[in-house]
């Protein structure tokens, strides 16, 4: 990591032309320690819901330091910590969705299989690998919803703002989520 | 009994649902390796500094490409009259230190004359524009 940090340091300089510049700081919506804070209390989970929404851990690491990005330059004021985090999960969600024009099949069986190799009980490995094939069966959106709500414990209202939906249309969209995903695990 | 057609009810579903994401939810968690929270304010810190750049250095690009293009359609326009004109301006320097050499009053000399208003209009612009692009030019480095 450290020398991936420093190789991007001195491209950054080459391009500005000046070998001994230092790094300044330049106008984002947090200051370091903020943002700092928000970052390792929210990083993991929103790691968690972009590589189960978009099915690939490789876009997830792509996606993460985008959102992160998008939201330090968001000009918007936020009222609390849940209403960052909301907008958070909603840019993550959009680039999510803009990811999957043309992109490669959703939960490929590399992923899977390196999954199931790892040392874990044969009867726990199978079962996620089930449910990683049902979640795989879903739509992005399904997929979105049932994690906002149960991985999260996101409120209906929450989830509506993350996914740009009507409060009102949750309840009925979680309740075919649920049962479909819930045919397939029976399946 | 037959125990596969009977169909779930809403809180068996529930807890599948739940027991499942959950379950996932977990592995998800133990699985995530994000960079740490210097690297990627680092690397946010860095792309804004390019994007603020690659904005400021918008108007300045306008202003060489403006200035490039004067001059170019200058030097066209002049090389244009040059060809044509040329003659015409020597006869009238000819005539005209011709008739100095006679012992013609400077005063006689026709400076009305396009053969040499537009030479020196033109000689004006060129050194006005040259100028301001040597100054635009210099001013950005």
Same mark, same amino acid.
């Given at each position: ?25 330049? +106008? *984002? ?32 690491? @792509? ?39 043309? +992109?490669?099949? *959703? ?9 199931? +190799? ?5 009867? @726990? ?61 029976? +399946? | ?141």
């Amino acid at each position: 990591m450290a020398d991936t940090t420093f190789a991007l340091k001195l491209d950054v300089r080459r391009l500005h032309g000046d070998a001994d510049a230092d790094v300044t700081d330049v +106008a *984002l919506a947090m200051d370091e320690e903020a943002f700092r804070a928000f970052y390792d209390r929210t990083a993991g989970a929103l790691w968690g819901y972009l590589s189960r929404v978009s099915g690939d851990r490789q876009v997830a690491d @792509d996606l993460l330091q985008e959102s992160y990005y998008r939201l330090l330059k968001s000009t918007t004021v936020f009222e609390s910590e849940s209403h960052r985090r909301n907008y958070l999960y909603r840019i993550a969600t959009n680039l999510v969705r803009d990811s999957r024009r043309g +992109a490669k099949p *959703l939960f490929d069986e590399g992923v899977e299989m390196a999954d199931i +190799a790892a040392p874990q009980p044969h009867a @726990d490995a199978e079962r996620r690998h089930d449910v990683r094939r049902a979640m795989g069966r879903l739509k992005p959106r399904e997929r979105a919803l049932l994690w906002l709500a149960y991985a999260q414990g996101s409120s209906h209202s929450e989830i509506a703002d993350v996914l740009g939906l009507k409060t009102a249309s949750i309840k009925l969209l979680l309740f075919r989520a649920r049962r479909k995903l819930a045919a397939i695990l029976q +399946a | 009994m037959d125990m596969k057609h009977v169909e779930p009810t809403d809180a068996e579903i529930e807890a599948i649902v739940s027991e499942a994401i959950a379950a996932e939810a977990a592995m998800a968690r133990t699985e995530a390796a994000p960079p740490s929270s210097a690297i990627v304010w680092w690397r946010a810190q860095m792309r804004a500094r390019q994007e603020a750049a690659q904005i400021a250095d918008r108007p300045i690009t306008i202003v060489h490409a403006l200035a490039i293009a004067s001059g170019a359609g200058l030097m066209l326009g002049l090389l244009g009259y040059a060809t044509g004109g040329l003659k015409a301006s020597l006869a009238w320097l000819t005539a005209t230190y011709q008739s100095v050499a006679a012992g013609a009053p400077l005063a006689s000399i026709d400076l009305t004359s396009r053969w040499v208003t537009l030479p020196m209009t033109a000689m004006l612009v060129s050194v006005l524009v040259a100028s301001i692009a040597a100054y635009v030019i210099l001013a950005d480095e």
